[in-house]
Nanobody, 127 residues
Framework: QVQLVESGGGLVQAGGSLRLSCAAS????????MGWFRQAPGKEREFVAVIRWSGGSTYYADSVKGRFTISRDNAKNTVYLQMNSLKPEDTAVYYC????????????????????WGQGTQVTVSS
């Protein structure tokens, strides 16, 4: 059974920081690209960031660039999302997802390459 479990969400004031974690179990994800997406109430799920299996290549949505940092620890099968300078518009349920190798970064900013998804963790940023 493959599982992705997010943690680290919560309530934070604008300008604050949170660090999300996504722990993978059931198989090794060392070759998979790992992405973060988010979904606000009444909106489509949107891409946030992705990191390739080696950790050497990352890609961010313009809305989070310079504020969020994605990283991974393959030995722990865990991917992280450090979120700084949070804004009320960052409020959403955040999901991690895993995509097999072979996709370019443009494709990895879309939902279709990802075949494993976590259950999500709520992030609420108050103004």
């Amino acid at each position: 059974q493959v599982q992705l479990v997010e943690s680290g969400g919560g309530l934070v004031q604008a300008g604050g920081s949170l660090r999300l974690s996504c722990a993978a179990s059931g198989r090794t994800f060392s070759r998979y690209a790992m992405g973060w997406f988010r979904q606000a109430p009444g909106k489509e799920r949107e891409f946030v960031a992705v990191i390739r299996w080696s950790g050497g290549s990352t890609y961010y949505a313009d809305s989070v660039k310079g504020r969020f940092t994605i990283s991974r620890d393959n030995a722990k099968n865990t991917v992280y999302l450090q979120m700084n300078s949070l804004k009320p518009e960052d409020t959403a349920v955040y999901y991690c997802a895993a995509a097999p190798p072979g996709y370019d970064m443009g494709s990895l900013s879309r939902r279709y390459p990802y075949n494993y998804w976590g259950q999500g963790t709520q992030v609420t940023v108050s103004s």
